[in-house]
């Protein structure tokens, strides 16, 4: 068997078109123009890359947004101030604080501090919390991606034995969440794998939709999945520069082999990566809707 491809670029694009016209709709019926700010700590290249393109997806969408550039010294109580007053202010919608922040700045208490009602991203306790019992609102993006990127290609999950492999806040834990729930495009048998789990292979084997997201590249060989398993790798792994100077990325997973016992497979670059985008770019649509009591 050779794996249907799931290509994720163009299921992100259909998103964004869809997202367009809801921008629009919103703008022409009501008047509302979401608005979401980045907040970008520091000179992290890979970060000013992600936070470009988010930016650069708002103004295709004509959701308005600003960003802030703040330097690597700033002090967290400074960080800490500028979301208080994005907090309070009544234009804004979403607020994004790119991770990873310099050392001296405790992560969760910068991600704790902004407005859940604004946690684009879904990573405040209280949206956690939400996704947990199953009153989600925003759901954090890449997790969600992989779950439309599933609905979007057909691929019953109900009953299914999901396996994730990988226990990130960010990825890992949150995406095993939304797969458990009792809801469409879930109701999975989930199991997660992590740096302790004794024999993966032999748990990875049993998976019927395998989600890998740890961070090492390849590592998922051909002899650790069953035929016809559908694999969606969230890994982004940079392997090398092209003579051409473009970062060279492979995923978690040993595509080449093990598309050829998969039914399914993402590929990286152009599987989850560009759903992680859409998904920001729906919750920030999302937020502007509850904000004014629109459907
Ligand atoms: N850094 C890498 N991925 C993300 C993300 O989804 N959100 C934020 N805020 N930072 C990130």
Same mark, same amino acid.
């Given at each position: 068997?050779?794996?249907?491809? #799931?290509?994720?670029?163009? #299921?992100?694009?259909?998103?964004?078109?869809?997202?367009?016209?809801?921008?629009?709709?919103?703008?022409?019926?009501?008047?509302?123009?979401?608005?979401?700010?980045?907040?970008?700590?520091?000179?992290?290249?890979?970060?000013?890359?992600?936070?470009?393109?988010?930016?650069?997806?708002?103004?295709?969408?004509?959701?308005?947004?600003?960003?802030?550039?703040?330097?690597?010294?700033?002090?967290?109580?400074?960080?800490?101030?500028?979301?208080?007053?994005?907090?309070?202010?009544?234009?804004?919608?979403?607020?994004?604080?790119?991770?990873?922040?310099?050392?001296?700045?405790?992560?969760?208490?910068?991600?704790?501090?902004?407005?859940?009602?604004?946690?684009?991203?879904?990573?405040?306790?209280?949206?956690?919390?939400?996704?947990?019992?199953?009153?989600?609102?925003?759901?954090?993006?890449?997790?969600?991606?992989?779950?439309?990127?599933?609905?979007?290609?057909?691929?019953?999950?109900?009953?299914?034995?999901?396996?994730?492999? @990988?226990?990130?806040?960010?990825?890992?834990?949150?995406?095993?969440?939304?797969?458990?729930?009792?809801?469409?495009?879930?109701?999975?048998?989930?199991?997660?794998?992590?740096?302790?789990?004794?024999?993966?292979?032999?748990?990875?084997?049993?998976?019927?939709?395998?989600?890998?997201?740890?961070?090492?590249?390849?590592? #998922?060989?051909?002899?650790?999945?069953?035929?016809?398993?559908?694999?969606?790798?969230? @890994?982004?792994?940079?392997?090398?520069?092209?003579?051409?100077?473009?970062?060279?990325?492979? @995923?978690?997973?040993?595509?080449?082999?093990?598309?050829?016992?998969?039914?399914?497979?993402?590929?990286?670059?152009?599987?989850?990566?560009?759903?992680? #985008?859409?998904?920001?770019?729906?919750?920030?649509?999302?937020?502007?809707?509850?904000?004014?009591?629109?459907?």
């Amino acid at each position: 068997m050779t794996a249907q491809i #799931i290509d994720g670029s163009a #299921i992100s694009k259909t998103i964004i078109e869809e997202l367009k016209q809801e921008v629009a709709r919103l703008k022409e019926d009501h008047g509302v123009v979401p608005c979401l700010v980045t907040i970008l700590v520091g000179n992290d290249s890979a970060s000013q890359v992600y936070v470009r393109s988010k930016i650069k997806m708002c103004n295709y969408l004509g959701i308005l947004s600003k960003q802030i550039d703040l330097p690597e010294e700033t002090s967290e109580e400074e960080l800490l101030k500028v979301i208080k007053q994005l907090n309070v202010d009544p234009s804004i919608h979403g607020i994004l604080v790119q991770v990873p922040l310099p050392k001296h700045i405790k992560e969760n208490k910068v991600l704790f501090a902004i407005d859940p009602d604004k946690d684009v991203d879904g990573f405040h306790p209280t949206n956690v919390g939400r996704m947990v019992i199953g009153e989600p609102v925003f759901l954090p993006c890449t997790p969600h991606g992989v779950q439309v990127l599933l609905q979007r290609s057909n691929i019953e999950t109900k009953g299914a034995h999901v396996v994730v492999v @990988g226990r990130s806040n960010i990825v890992g834990k949150p995406v095993a969440n939304i797969m458990v729930q009792k809801a469409l495009g879930a109701n999975a048998t989930v199991t997660i794998c992590h740096s302790a789990t004794k024999d993966i292979a032999s748990i990875t084997r049993q998976a019927d939709i395998l989600i890998v997201a740890m961070g090492k590249p390849k590592y #998922i060989t051909a002899d650790m999945v069953k035929d016809g398993v559908v694999v969606i790798d969230v @890994g982004v792994n940079q392997i090398g520069i092209s003579p051409a100077g473009k970062r060279i990325l492979c @995923g978690d997973v040993d595509f080449e082999n093990v598309k050829e016992k998969a039914s399914y497979i993402t590929p990286v670059p152009g599987g989850v990566g560009p759903m992680t #985008i859409a998904m920001l770019m729906d919750n920030t649509v999302r937020s502007a809707k509850i904000k004014y009591n629109l459907d």
